[in-house]
């Protein structure tokens, strides 16, 4: 199992902005990706930004250049820096980790933190 406890979410001004954290614990050596995902209201869950073990990293095309995912040196905790924030980046961000169980990936979810864009 892996547990991940989100933080830093909160209520920003459009132009602003936010830094969330996601800390692991666990099982977390066996752990090949991690990311973050939102949801907003009356949408789907969708990728925001993922960083595998080896330091590749995707992002989604509406925060590309505006957010940027990192992560620890021991691996355990990622960063989501997200600047030039804007009304429509409003949502719950769920931060994920992948972990494989006989070949399979396994994904495991945080709580979820509120990302509230507006003046």
């Known amino acids: 199992q892996v547990q991940l406890v989100e933080s830093g979410g909160g209520l920003v001004q459009p132009g602003g902005s936010l830094r969330l954290s996601c800390a692991a614990s666990g099982n977390t050596f066996s752990v090949i990706a991690m990311g973050w995902y939102r949801q907003a209201p009356g949408k789907q869950r969708e990728l925001v930004a993922r960083i595998v073990t080896g330091g590749g990293t995707i992002y989604s095309d509406s925060v590309r250049g505006r957010f940027t995912i990192s992560r620890d040196s021991a691996k355990t905790t990622v960063f989501l820096q997200m600047n030039s924030l804007k009304p429509e980046d409003t949502a719950v961000y769920f931060c994920?980790?992948?972990?494989?169980?006989?070949?399979?990936?396994?994904?495991?979810w945080g709580q979820g933190t509120q990302v509230t864009v507006s003046s």
């Open positions: 994920n980790a992948q972990r494989p169980r006989m070949g399979v990936p396994i994904d495991y």
